[in-house]
């Protein structure tokens, strides 16, 4: 069985920094890509980074670019994303996916065949 499973989130003030974590189960982890995406109260679903299966390639929204890194550690089955500069724009509910290396990179969320339930991040200003 599948399993994405996130922590991490929280209430921080603007500035401050947060890890999040995404323990993956259930599936051979190395051989998907992963993605971090977040949705907003009344916005949709957005891609946030995402990372090769490899670690070779990464990609992140302008709007986090310089702030969040992506990493993961695929002996570990882990993924993680290190936010630092938290702005009250960065609120939302996060979520780690899953897809598969071979179908190639994506920022499409409906690309991604596996996901977790979220965790939410508030940053109050």
């Known amino acids: 069985q599948v399993q994405l499973a996130e922590s991490g989130g929280g209430l921080v003030q603007a500035g401050d920094s947060l890890r999040l974590s995404c323990a993956a189960s259930?599936?051979?982890?190395?051989?998907?890509?992963m993605g971090w995406f977040r949705q907003a109260p009344g916005k949709e679903r957005e891609n946030v980074a995402t990372?090769?299966?490899?670690?070779?390639?990464?990609s992140y929204a302008d709007s986090v670019k310089g702030r969040f890194t992506i990493s993961r550690d695929n002996a570990n089955n882990a993924l993680y994303l290190q936010m630092n500069s938290l702005k009250p724009e960065d609120t939302a509910v996060y979520y780690c996916?899953?897809?598969?290396?071979?179908?190639?990179?994506?920022?499409?969320?409906?690309?991604?065949?596996?996901w977790g339930q979220g965790t939410q991040v508030i940053v109050s200003s």
């Open positions: 259930g599936y051979t982890f190395s051989n998907y890509a």
């Open positions: 990372i090769s299966y490899s670690s070779v390639r990464i």
């Open positions: 996916a899953a897809r598969f290396y071979l179908l190639g990179d994506s920022t499409d969320s409906a690309d991604y065949q596996y």
